[in-house]
């Protein structure tokens, strides 16, 4: 587990993106590759807090993209180097996607010390 000094300061008022998706087998390279380009985008945006993404056992994958502020959320979301990523997105790679945002009312936090 990641030392508490690694971990990002989660805060209500945080704009928190919800992306699930499923993809199809081919194009996996050229996915992998504009998923971590967008991902280096992201974590460029003034006010962003934290990506992660975590796979299920049916395949399905959830990806957390949390921003400081619904107007960093924006930048992201508008940016048009995003537009087109997500436009490759529809039309090679996923099968099927949804995509939640929402602020986030409350944050409660624990960690053991020493972990």
Not at 14 to 30: G, K, L, P
Request: glycine share 6%.
């Amino acid at each position: 587990m990641a030392d508490s000094a690694e971990r990002p300061p989660f805060a209500a008022g945080h704009v928190v993106t919800v992306f699930r998706s499923r993809r199809r087998d081919e194009a996996e390279d050229e996915y992998q590759q504009l998923s971590a380009e967008m991902e280096a985008m992201a974590r460029s945006v003034p006010g962003f807090v934290d990506f992660k993404t975590f796979s299920a056992d049916d395949g399905e994958q959830v990806s957390l993209v949390t921003f400081a502020s619904l107007e960093a959320h924006r930048v992201w979301r508008n940016d048009p180097r995003h537009r087109r990523a997500q436009q490759r997105g529809r039309a090679a790679f996923f099968l099927e996607y949804s995509i939640q945002v929402g602020e986030c009312t409350h944050v409660s936090q624990w960690s053991r010390d020493g972990a």
